[in-house]
């Protein structure tokens, strides 16, 4: 998803878009930035009104451009320092809730599991109680075992309100999320953006950088935004897997998978303009710091999630520990 989202970046140009969109001649004489050669190519390969051009004149998009604008007047800061606090901002007042949220069912379903195993064990010899009875084969009992199985689950997840599936909330805010912003930034820097500042905004990203990247319209020619993409999203997603011991074999397929678009990111994100990599570090980082902050013990406590068996009273230091174990005394 990410690779085809990356290729898409680069449309059709700013100008052929706000033509077919109804722009003033004027608007040909801006300044728009260079992309790759396989990049100018997909253009002349694009269709006209493409699912990607619906996209970022959706409303949600147009509501993230708002947001961008708001914040930018309201804080006065280069877009840079704009775009690094709406990140924060937006990751601290909507993700942060819903992953504390997250945290929360999943404590709640981890708590269920002696009483998941005491049933299973109960059930397993009351169908082998039954299969001696009615003489039923190996396949019967099996079924029967995991229909009464789920339906017990089932109850218990409605009993105490956690069933697993309300954990996935956090993805499917921000995802959504992440995508709305990074095409109305793309909007932005290509001067794409249909709304009446949409090439005044151009320009202010042009000179709106910092260091190495003053101009966020261009793509980071030096790779290092790019390369902290991936860094960081490969340190959350070891992160998630220190913290996780004797994983099944989806679940390491699933972390492989991960790593593996982790990995592609930082391609992808050094053919963007420089304003969308400089977002998705911020968010990078932002989620980095929430996944750290619900490891603390006062934090959780503070959240009401549930304590477990596996919460420990120094996890900053087992975190550090298990880090150093894996990847620091292998190779000495």
Same mark, same amino acid.
């Given at each position: 998803?990410?690779?085809?989202?990356?290729?898409?970046?680069? @449309?059709?140009?700013?100008?052929?878009?706000?033509?077919? @969109?109804?722009?003033?001649?004027?608007?040909?004489?801006?300044?728009?930035?260079?992309?790759?050669?396989?990049?100018?190519?997909?253009?002349?390969?694009?269709?006209?009104?493409?699912?990607?051009?619906?996209?970022?004149?959706?409303?949600?998009?147009?509501?993230?451009?708002?947001?961008?604008?708001?914040?930018?007047?309201?804080?006065?800061?280069?877009?840079?320092?704009?775009?690094?606090?709406?990140? +924060?901002?937006?990751?601290?007042?909507?993700?942060?809730?819903?992953?504390?949220?997250?945290?929360?069912?999943?404590?709640?379903?981890?708590?269920?599991?002696?009483?998941?195993?005491?049933?299973?064990?109960?059930?397993?010899?009351?169908?082998?109680?039954?299969?001696?009875?009615?003489?039923?084969?190996? @396949?019967?009992?099996?079924?029967?075992?995991?229909?009464?199985?789920?339906?017990?689950?089932?109850?218990?997840?409605?009993?105490?309100?956690?069933?697993? /599936?309300?954990?996935?909330? +956090?993805?499917?805010?921000?995802?959504?999320?992440?995508?709305?912003?990074?095409?109305?930034?793309?909007? /932005?820097?290509?001067?794409?953006?249909?709304?009446?500042?949409? !090439?005044?905004?151009?320009?202010?990203?042009?000179?709106?950088?910092?260091?190495?990247?003053?101009?966020?319209?261009?793509?980071?020619?030096?790779?290092?935004?790019?390369?902290?993409?991936?860094?960081?999203?490969?340190?959350?997603?070891?992160?998630?897997?220190?913290?996780?011991?004797?994983?099944?074999? !989806?679940?390491?397929?699933?972390?492989?998978?991960?790593?593996?678009?982790?990995?592609?990111?930082?391609?992808?994100?050094?053919?963007?303009?420089?304003?969308?990599?400089?977002?998705?570090?911020?968010?990078?980082?932002?989620?980095?710091?929430?996944?750290?902050?619900?490891?603390?013990?006062?934090?959780?406590?503070?959240?009401?999630?549930?304590?477990?068996?596996?919460?420990?009273?120094?996890?900053?230091?087992?975190?550090?520990?298990? !880090?150093?174990?894996? !990847?620091?005394?292998?190779?000495?």
């Amino acid at each position: 998803m990410l690779r085809r989202l990356g290729a898409l970046w680069p @449309r059709s140009g700013p100008v052929e878009l706000l033509q077919r @969109r109804g722009a003033p001649p004027l608007c040909r004489g801006v300044r728009i930035p260079a992309f790759p050669a396989w990049a100018a190519a997909s253009v002349s390969a694009a269709g006209e009104g493409d699912w990607y051009e619906a996209l970022a004149a959706s409303a949600p998009v147009r509501a993230a451009e708002e947001v961008l604008l708001g914040t930018h007047a309201a804080v006065g800061l280069p877009w840079w320092g704009s775009i690094l606090l709406s990140t +924060v901002a937006l990751r601290c007042a909507v993700t942060l809730p819903l992953a504390a949220y997250q945290h929360y069912i999943l404590a709640k379903v981890e708590n269920l599991q002696p009483e998941i195993k005491s049933f299973a064990k109960h059930l397993n010899q009351e169908v082998r109680v039954y299969a001696n009875q009615f003489g039923w084969s190996k @396949r019967v009992a099996r079924l029967t075992y995991l229909k009464n199985m789920r339906r017990l689950v089932s109850e218990l997840y409605v009993r105490d309100n956690c069933h697993p /599936f309300k954990a996935t909330v +956090v993805v499917w805010v921000q995802l959504p999320m992440w995508i709305f912003i990074s095409v109305a930034l793309r909007n /932005f820097s290509t001067g794409a953006s249909c709304s009446e500042a949409g !090439f005044s905004v151009q320009e202010q990203l042009a000179v709106g950088g910092i260091l190495w990247f003053p101009d966020l319209t261009a793509v980071d020619s030096t790779w290092i935004l790019p390369v902290c993409v991936g860094v960081v999203n490969l340190l959350i997603v070891e992160i998630f897997a220190l913290q996780k011991t004797g994983m099944s074999r !989806f679940q390491m397929y699933i972390t492989n998978c991960v790593r593996a678009v982790s990995v592609l990111m930082i391609p992808v994100a050094a053919t963007v303009p420089s304003s969308l990599v400089l977002y998705w570090l911020c968010s990078s980082l932002t989620g980095l710091s929430q996944n750290l902050l619900l490891r603390s013990p006062g934090f959780r406590q503070l959240c009401r999630i549930p304590p477990t068996k596996s919460d420990s009273d120094t996890p900053y230091k087992d975190l550090f520990s298990a !880090f150093y174990g894996k !990847f620091i005394s292998r190779k000495l």
